[in-house]
Structures are given as C-alpha cells and as structure tokens.
C-alpha cells in the first residue's frame, strides 16, 4: 500500500536526518509565515473565522490542549488555534508554495505543527521534525497528483492540504505506522477544496487552508484513539487518484506509485517559493514583466496604446476583467498588470489605499485609479503554445506594450520565465525580514531571533516570545 510507506516515513524520520539547508528554508518559511498570518488576522476573512469559532464554542476555550491564536492574546483548543491560523496564513495571497505540486504549503504545515507543539509544550527539534515531514510529504504527493489534479478544478491546498495535516500532527502526536495510516486514510476521505471558491471570488479559498489543518489534526487524534481509516484511500478502486485525479484506469496504470516512492526522504524543501506580491502566484511573472517595462516607461503609462499579455492557459484564465471585490482582485491578470504599470510594486496597504480610492466602484475621482481600470480593460490576453509548453516547469509571461505615436511611438516588450521567489530566483533571507516590516511596521522584530535558535527551546517559549 502506497500510504503505507508514506506513514513509515512520517513515523521514522527524525530531526538529525534533515540537512542544513533544509533547517535554515523552513526557519526562514517559518519567518514568513508568522509574519503573513499576524497581518493576515487583521483581515475581513480572519475576523469571521475567530469570530465564528467564538460563537459556536460561546467563548469557552476551556480546554486541557490549548493554543494560540497569533497576533492576539486569544488562546483555544488545538482545532479552533490550527483552523484560524491557517485562515490567516492564506487570506493575503502571500503565503509559500511549490510549483510543481501546485499547492500553499506553509498555511497549512505552520498552523497544524504550532497548535500541537504548544498544547504539548514539545521541543523547537520536535516542531521542525513535525514541520520537514509535512513539506517532504505536501510536495511528494502535490507533484504526484498535479496538474491532472487542478485541472479537474480541485485546490490542492485543500485536497493534498489535508494529508499535510494528517502528515504534521501524527509526527508530533508520536503516532506508530499504523496509526499513521490510519489517520492519514481519514485524512483522504475529508481532502476538499474546488476552485471554483478561488475564482468566483469568495472566501472559500482560505476556508480550504483552514479546513485541512482542522481535518488532519482531527484525523491524527481520532487514529491515536483507535478510529480507523482506509489504507488505500489513495490509489484504491474508489480512492483519491481514481475519483480526483485521473480519468480512466489506463491513466492509473501507466503511473508507477512505485517509482514515486522511490522518493520519498529526499531533500525537496529548498524549492519551495517566497510570494513578493499579494497576487495568485500565477500572476506573479506577468507582474515582474510589467515591472521591467515600467522601469522604461516611467510615469507616462497614460501614452500605453494597447497591451498584450502572451502567457500559459492556467495564467491567462485568469481573465477577470471586472473585479468586485479583493478576492476577485487578488486573481484578475489584467489587474495585476495594469496595477503594476502604473504604480509599481504594491504592499497590501497600496492595494487597500487603491480600493478605498474606488479601484472595485464603477465610479472614482482619481487619475490613477481610472488610468489602472482603463489598461485593464483594454488588455489582451493569450494563451500561447510555445509558452504552454514550458509550463509547469516554468511559469512564463511575455507582456507587451504598444505606446502611442507621442511618446516614442514604439513596441516595448519583455518576458519572464520564473517569478521572483522561487529557488532559481530566490528572494533573499533580508527579503522576507523586508517584507515582514512591511506587513508589520510596529511588531519588534528582534523577537524573531528566536526562530534562528529555535532547537534551544520549548515551543510554548517560542510562541510566548514571538507573540509579546
């Protein structure tokens, strides 16, 4: 059975088996994710989640497992800590990932791992061994299922999310193989998340995140407990490849889970990438290309006659002309670009500014915001063959730009390949410390030397120094 040697791994692999450059990535996505997810609580999505959690419990968190919620001083059981957290990881758009598995990692790997650690006071070694299996298992099972998987319309953030969960906490619940299994054969029977919620513009998206730790932390409690699974949730005749993945049995023949296996250990978790902008990541190259042109053309986007934007299909479906609301926005190409070419680089507070200024009303009274709104929608995009071709190895966009004959009367263009962040274009350690202050000017960043030293303590000291 497949997830028999996945839950043989998860249960043997100790912390001395990870090598320096797998610690230092982890701590440095550790540093990322509390930053994102302590401006993410701020926001609309986040506030329901908690708010919601404190309905339906009527604010009793007595509980004898208590965690925290980051960035208040709010503490419940490990369900609620896990589910909100994870709301708050993802809800700016922000957060890591992997392009070959398609999937947000750290929203979900974080908030699981944290919620346990703290609640049983387990060592910084212990969190990271928790941690390292949940990338390790996450990007295995993503690369496994992908693309066949998303272009079914599933969020594999949600789906595979789920295992990842499982994966995290039945390490640091100490769970045996069979345990394991068991919850991770729990785990494939909750695996959801459709995205539809991503595109329609809804809050669902996040829900996915914070579904997936609450179900693989429930999974792994219920396996300790005795509750059983299916072993071969995943590659069965009525399992996870059959229904979500692939289309006939030929499909499933011809893949080798075998070979994958083969895999398993291997050192994967360097390649994660660091999100700079609060975009889908899909629209990440054609930001950093419009970014390039906009180091040409200056202020004088008004002169733009037409744009062309030549990308893979799964980027240029991003089409959303008309955004209503910040989901939509956060997944509209032509915003994005458009977004880019007038203001350049944007924080989530430029964009909430933009949106206060009427970027989402029919109507506005600023220059700018009209001039973004009339690119926008003048934009042409294509999906192009050779581009496709490329994909999902890379994730390229050519952006072209037409100026009108009274300024340079010219055709400026450029193409990337790989957006910045990922590991052959890497944002740098004094990147993500930069884009912490960014998202949190007032927090004391000298709290985060903890995360350096972060085998020396208890996670509760950890969560406790982090959260002063």
Avoid: W
């Avoid at 962040?421 to 960043?445: A, C, H, M, T, W």
């Amino acid at each position: 059975m497949f997830l028999q040697n996945i839950s043989k791994f998860i249960s043997n692999y100790r912390y001395e088996q990870a090598t320096v450059q797998s610690l230092n990535t982890v701590k440095a996505a550790f540093l990322d994710f509390f930053g994102v997810t302590y401006r993410g609580m701020g926001e609309e999505a986040s506030k329901i989640a908690l708010n919601t959690v404190e309905e339906i419990f009527s604010g009793n968190f007595n509980s004898n497992l208590q965690a925290s919620i980051i960035g208040t001083d709010i503490k419940t059981d490990v369900l609620s800590a896990a589910f909100v957290n994870s709301v708050a990881a993802h809800v700016l758009e922000l957060d890591d990932g992997h392009r070959g598995a398609q999937i947000h990692l750290g929203a979900v790997i974080f908030p699981t791992a944290l919620a346990i650690s703290e609640a049983y006071n387990l060592t910084g070694k212990e969190f990271l061994e928790g941690v390292v299996v949940g990338y390790e298992v996450g990007i295995l099972l993503g690369q496994i299922v992908n693309p066949e998987h998303r272009n079914k319309g599933f969020h594999t953030t949600g789906t595979i999310g789920t295992f990842i969960a499982g994966a995290v906490a039945s390490k640091l619940l100490k769970l045996d193989d069979e345990q394991t299994l068991n919850a991770l054969g729990l785990c494939g029977t909750q695996a959801a998340g459709l995205l539809e919620s991503d595109h329609g513009g809804s809050m669902g998206k996040v829900l996915h995140a914070g579904k997936a730790s609450y179900n693989g932390i429930l999974s792994a409690f219920l396996a300790r407990n005795g509750f059983t699974g299916s072993g071969t949730i995943f590659e069965g005749n009525e399992g996870f490849l059959k229904a979500m993945v692939f289309d006939d049995d030929a499909e499933i023949e011809n893949f080798s889970l075998e070979n994958v296996l083969k895999g398993i250990g291997k050192v994967r978790v360097r390649d994660i990438y660091f999100k700079k902008y609060p975009f889908c990541r899909h629209l990440h190259s054609s930001i950093d290309t419009a970014l390039k042109l906009k180091a040409s053309i200056g202020d004088e986007y008004d002169h733009i006659q037409n744009i062309a934007v030549k990308t893979y299909s799964v980027a240029a479906e991003h089409n959303n002309y008309n955004p209503k609301n910040l989901e939509e926005l956060k997944q509209s190409l032509p915003y994005a670009v458009a977004i880019s070419l007038v203001v350049g680089e944007v924080s989530v507070d430029d964009i909430n500014q933009l949106i206060e200024y009427g970027l989402l009303d029919n109507y506005s009274t600023v220059d700018k915001v009209n001039s973004i709104k009339n690119l926008a929608r003048g934009m042409i995009l294509i999906s192009d063959d050779d581009l496709n071709r490329l994909y999902p190895s890379k994730r390229p966009s050519n952006v072209i730009i037409k100026l009108d004959d009274t300024f340079r009367n010219g055709i400026f263009q450029n193409i990337t390949l790989l957006p910045k962040g990922d590991f052959e274009n890497p944002l740098q350690l004094r990147d993500l410390i930069d884009k912490f202050k960014s998202l949190n000017p007032l927090y004391n960043v000298k709290n985060l030397t903890v995360i350096d030293s972060i085998e020396d303590y208890t996670m509760n000291y950890v969560v406790r120094k982090l959260n002063e």
